[in-house]
């Protein structure tokens, strides 16, 4: 069955450092996102991605976040300038194959990224 | 901002039980899913709900769309140890934007 990957598993940064978390997307996925999990807490949207661009972000997705899909497979979250409050586990899902129904609306989600900032 | 408040947040069950649990939402969705989380994992899609009204089934998992379209369902009939961990409600209050509800953690007593 397929299904989201990323990459690394634990991520532990200095702060203030830039981090690049990784994710591989099911194949004929369409839209992309990403959340965070605080430890402990609710998963929080971050953004959105469709047709190469940001589709919707939250209020925490601010200048230090950005989004690019390098190639037909990735999906990386780039943190510029890494917080304490960064740590979190970041998630990445996808969704949608095609025009039917719901599919836009399920989604897959990956088994995160842990990531520590010290 | 929106937010999707679950109740119960914690509930302690006998094997075997039934439990229930809702979500509810200060806005109307279009869309309900029901996720359930593992520690350390990644939210696994259980139900996905596009209906007013709508009962959906997966094995001994039961979920409702609200009528009024601000609320869901999520029923789990005779659990087993393996049901525990949290399960998490979430819907798009944009057409690209998800927010989860606060959550339900359920333990399982054998």
């Known amino acids: 069955e397929p299904e989201v990957t990323q990459t690394p598993s634990h991520q532990v940064t200095q702060m203030g450092q830039e981090v690049i978390l990784r994710c591989v997307p099911i194949s004929n996925h369409l839209y992309f996102y990403w959340y965070r999990q605080i430890l402990g807490q609710k998963v929080e949207f971050l953004v959105s991605?469709?047709?190469?661009?940001?589709?919707?972000k939250s209020e925490i997705f601010d200048d230090q976040f950005s989004v690019e899909r390098p190639d037909g497979s990735n999906f990386t979250l780039k943190i510029r300038s890494t917080k304490l409050e960064d740590s979190a586990m970041y998630f990445c899902?996808?969704?949608?194959?095609?025009?039917?129904?719901?599919?836009?609306?399920?989604?897959?989600f990956g088994p995160g990224t842990r990531l520590l900032v010290l | 901002g929106q937010q999707l408040n679950q109740s119960p947040q914690s509930m302690f069950i006998q094997e075997g039980e039934d439990v229930s649990m809702n979500c509810t939402s200060s806005?109307?969705?279009?869309?309900w899913l029901w996720y359930k989380q593992d520690p350390g994992e990644g939210p696994v899609l259980l139900i996905a709900?596009?209906?007013?009204?709508e009962l959906t089934s997966n094995g001994r998992l039961t979920a409702q769309f609200g009528i009024t379209r601000k609320d869901s369902f999520l029923n789990i009939s005779a659990s087993i140890p393996s049901d525990v961990g949290i399960y998490f409600c979430a819907g798009p209050p944009g057409t690209y934007k998800y927010i989860f509800g606060t959550g339900t953690r359920l333990k399982v007593l054998a």
């Open positions: 899902a996808s969704s949608g194959v095609g025009t039917s129904g719901g599919d836009q609306e399920t989604q897959y």
């Open positions: 991605f469709y047709n190469n661009e940001i589709s919707e």
């Open positions: 806005s109307i969705f279009n869309t």
């Open positions: 709900l596009y209906k007013a009204g």
